[in-house]
């Protein structure tokens, strides 16, 4: 794998990308952990419920700080990080709610760039909701679309990651790594 470089794993809720990750760390790769879990976490014991839901734009904010410093830190390793969701994800994210944001938000999508990125395609068979995925399958299928063209529109070569074991998963991953270096 190249020295240095910033993998970007990414997808709707509910694909398998934390499973994904957690195999990845099990087999000593070095991971970031998506932030939105921290931050939602952060706003139920501050008493509100779904933050994205309540004010869309201070969630996005603090999820666009909390990513960037995930880039920054990925800079300083001197080897492959892998990454749960990038700074794209919130104006993907921001245009699917179709709320407006700060220029700054695509500024950033395009100061901050990642090396290969990997998508996970929405898989209805493994799709949960839980206490910060509040979306239905039907919008994590939308958040897809958004996704997809965010990435693409910014040059991205997204590539899909089978539906198969999360073993075979993180197998494709590191072979397509290979491949591609």
């Not at 993998?7 to 070095?30: A, D, F, H, M, Q």
């Not at 395009?110 to 979306?135: A, M």
Request: net charge negative; charged share 30%.
């Amino acid at each position: 794998m190249p020295n240095h470089s910033k993998i970007l794993i990414l997808g709707g809720p509910g694909t398998g990308k934390t499973s994904v990750i957690n195999e990845l760390k099990n087999r000593n790769y070095t991971c970031f952990d998506e932030v939105s879990r921290e931050i939602i976490q952060q706003a139920q014991q501050e008493g509100i419920e779904q933050l994205f839901l309540t004010d869309p734009l201070l969630f996005s904010q603090k999820l666009l700080e909390g990513r960037i410093k995930q880039f920054e830190e990925a800079e300083k390793i001197n080897e492959s990080v892998f990454i749960d969701r990038g700074i794209p994800d919130v104006t993907a994210y921001m245009d699917f709610k179709g709320d407006s944001y700060p220029e700054e938000f695509l500024q950033a999508n395009k100061k901050y760039t990642y090396d290969q990125t990997f998508i996970f395609p929405i898989w209805e068979e493994i799709y949960q909701s839980d206490n910060e995925r509040y979306e239905n399958l039907e919008q994590a299928i939308e958040i897809e679309k958004h996704l997809k063209k965010t990435y693409q529109s910014l040059g991205y070569n997204l590539i899909e990651v089978p539906k198969v074991s999360v073993e075979k998963r993180v197998n494709f991953i590191l072979e397509n790594i290979k491949s591609n270096s």
